[in-house]
Each structure stands twice: as structure tokens, then as C-alpha cells.
């Protein structure tokens, strides 16, 4: 069901970054709405769920004279690929900048995204301090550009530019590190079946309890899903697997 469907209305008007979340896991598209309502200087008007309705939604919007400013968009979505989106926006005359939020992580989609004129790529899983990160960024990249008449000189285009640019790692939370977070993302998408936290550690050579940390975290961000694995005798075993379609073989490969 596609949410927030059709071109914003009262809330158009208002002051902020109109923003477009285009997001097929339910939610994940509801967390990016919460998190772009957190922000200052922005406005979720629309969530949808496929390439056809982000069109629609985008065509109605500029036909209302509101064009959406900013697009958060998933990569790989039931009816087509995102960039291929970015490209048919791009040739209808559609000035809406992108944000890529995708769990692709091949080098060649990067390339693709920036011919595509994807302005930034954030990495799935990631926090709401990422996206706070990545829009704050973007709202002073506006601002640098929204000025009347011309650039002094080339610094100031550079400066325009690099304020898209983030040399700092994402954060994560609290204890937890990205080269690790690599290496049981990498455990889990190769596994055939579910792990459990001792067997995905024991994988990546960290502890257990090491192991289930970085395991919720994916679950928290909606990468993985627990599940309980029933033996013969005893309690359940709690195990973690990547979420459907996101797998080696899966779309988001």
C-alpha cells in the first residue's frame, strides 16, 4: 500500500526541505520518515514503495507547483531498479536531488550512482546520526548554492561541493565498529541458514556475545531477522539470518 500518495498539500507551503522516502520494506520507510521529521529544515510529504509510484508522486507534486527537493531512495524496489529511476527523472525535466540509502555496497553501483547524479550514498544499516549527518550536509549545500548571481571563483564552487562530502566514518552505536560490522554482515549474507550468535562469532573470530551485538544491531535496523530454531530437546535456539531478497542470490546482491 503506498503511503502518503499524491503531491503534498498545506504542508507544501511550508518552510523546509521537501522531502520524497521511496522505501519498499514498510519499516524501514517508516523509520526514514522518522527520522526526516527529527530534522530541522525538513518534511517527509510522501512515502512510497516502488519506481511507478515514486513517478507518479513526483509528476503530481511538480504539476502542483511543490516539486519535491530531495528524494531518499532505496536502490532495489519491486518494479525496477532505482537508478534506472534516477535517469527517467532526469530525461522528464525532474530536479529533485537523490539520496541513495541502499545496502548495495559494489563499487561499480557507486560509479552508476554518481553518473545517475545521485548526490550522496548512504550504506544500510546505519544510524538515525548517518542520516542526520548526510541531510544536514545537504541543507548547507543548498544553502551555498541557493544564493542569486555567480560563483567568485573556483573556491567557492569547491567549497559548495565538499560540503556534500563526509571523511568521517558513519557512526554507530556506542562499542560497536565498522570493520567488524563488515565481517558479520559478509558471515550472515554467505550463510545457506540461520546462525547463531556462537556460530556466526565463532565465523567472523569474535565472541559470542560480541557476535550478538552486531546481530541485533542488524535487526534493529531491519538488515536481519531473528528467528527461534527448535531442537529436539531444550529451549530454543535464537538465530539470525539476512533478510529475505537480501542475500548472495537475493535482489540486493
Known amino acids: 500500500m503506498t503511503a502518503g500518495f499524491g503531491p503534498p498539500g498545506a504542508a507544501g507551503a511550508a518552510s523546509g526541505i521537501s522531502v520524497l522516502i ?4 514498510p519499516v524501514a ?5 522518522l527520522y526526516v521529521e527529527r530534522e530541522p529544515g525538513f518534511r517527509a510529504v510522501g512515502t512510497v514503495h516502488s519506481c ?3 513517478l507518479r508522486f513526483l509528476e503530481r507534486a511538480r ?3 511543490t516539486p519535491v527537493g530531495l528524494t531518499l531512495l532505496d536502490l532495489y524496489l519491486p518494479d525496477g531498479h532505482g537508478l534506472q529511476l534516477c535517469r527517467t527523472l532526469r530525461a522528464a525535466g525532474h530536479t529533485t536531488d537523490v539520496i541513495a540509502v541502499t545496502s548495495a555496497r559494489d563499487l561499480a553501483m557507486v560509479r552508476q ?3 545517475a547524479g545521485v548526490v550522496q550514498y548512504l550504506l544500510k544499516p546505519f544510524s538515525a546520526a548517518a542520516l542526520h549527518d548526510r541531510l544536514e550536509r545537504y541543507a548547507r549545500y543548498r544553502d551555498s548554492l541557493g544564493r542569486t548571481g555567480e560563483a567568485i571563483g573556483q573556491d567557492e564552487v569547491d567549497q559548495a561541493l565538499a560540503l556534500l562530502r563526509t571523511p568521517e566514518r558513519t557512526a554507530l ?4 565498529s565498522a570493520p567488524t560490522l563488515d565481517t558479520i554482515v559478509g558471515v550472515l549474507r554467505e550463510a545457506a541458514t540461520g546462525l547463531s550468535a556462537a556460530a556466526a562469532g565463532a565465523a567472523a573470530g569474535v565472541s559470542r556475545i560480541t557476535a550478538r551485538r552486531y546481530l541485533e544491531h542488524l535487526v534493529d535496523t531491519g538488515l536481519a531477522v531473528r528467528e527461534p530454531q527448535y531442537g529436539s530437546v531444550g529451549r530454543p535456539e535464537l538465530c539470525y539470518r539476512w533478510k529475505a531478497g537480501d542475500g548472495p542470490a537475493g535482489r540486493r546482491a
Not at 173 to 176: A, I, R, S, V
Open 29 to 33: 520507510a517508516a523509520a526514514h520518515t
Open 113 to 115: 550512482a554518481v553518473s
Open 22 to 25: 521511496v522505501e519498499d520494506d
Open 173 to 176: 552505536p556506542k562499542g560497536l
Open 63 to 65: 504539476a502542483a507547483g
Open 52 to 54: 511507478a509510484d515514486a
